[in-house]
Nanobody, 126 residues
Framework: VQLQASGGGLVQAGSSLKLSCAAS????????IGWFRQAPGKERAFVAA????????FYANSVKGRFSLSRDNAKNTLFLQMNSLKPEDTAVYYC????????????????????WGQGTLVTVSS
């Protein structure tokens, strides 16, 4: 599967953005999808994931209550709705996919994903 992330941009603190992760290839609904972000000078960090088997979603504590995932299988796209954005949300955001179902904790590890899209930059000004 090939992934294409989009939707990033420059916004003010408190604003919203909706990122998209569009997939090409068959059986998109059998893939679990995760979002990660990498801020300048920092390691890539887990943001959120959706498990394909039961559509359960998992979020990093730093975004819980502000970010939410949704999926449109007909369009082979996963969305990351980001509300109440903060300057510390500034990063390059990446989506990733794996055709396995894990327990919640395993989705936080970038090594557990097999496919990655290019990043999309989100900049939140104060």
């Amino acid at each position: 599967v090939q992934l294409q992330a989009s939707g990033g941009g420059l916004v003010q603190a408190g604003s919203s953005l909706k990122l998209s992760c569009a997939a090409s290839g068959p059986s998109f609904n059998t893939y679990s999808i995760g979002w990660f972000r990498q801020a300048p000078g920092k390691e890539r960090a887990f943001v959120a994931a959706l498990r394909s088997a039961d559509r359960n979603t998992f979020y990093a504590n730093s975004v819980k209550g502000r970010f939410s995932l949704s999926r449109d299988n007909a369009k082979n796209t996963l969305f990351l709705q980001m509300n109440s954005l903060k300057p510390e949300d500034t990063a390059v955001y990446y989506c990733a996919a794996v055709r396995r179902n894990y327990n919640a904790g395993s989705y936080c590890d970038s090594k557990n994903y097999d496919y990655w899209g290019q990043g999309t930059l989100v900049t939140v000004s104060s």
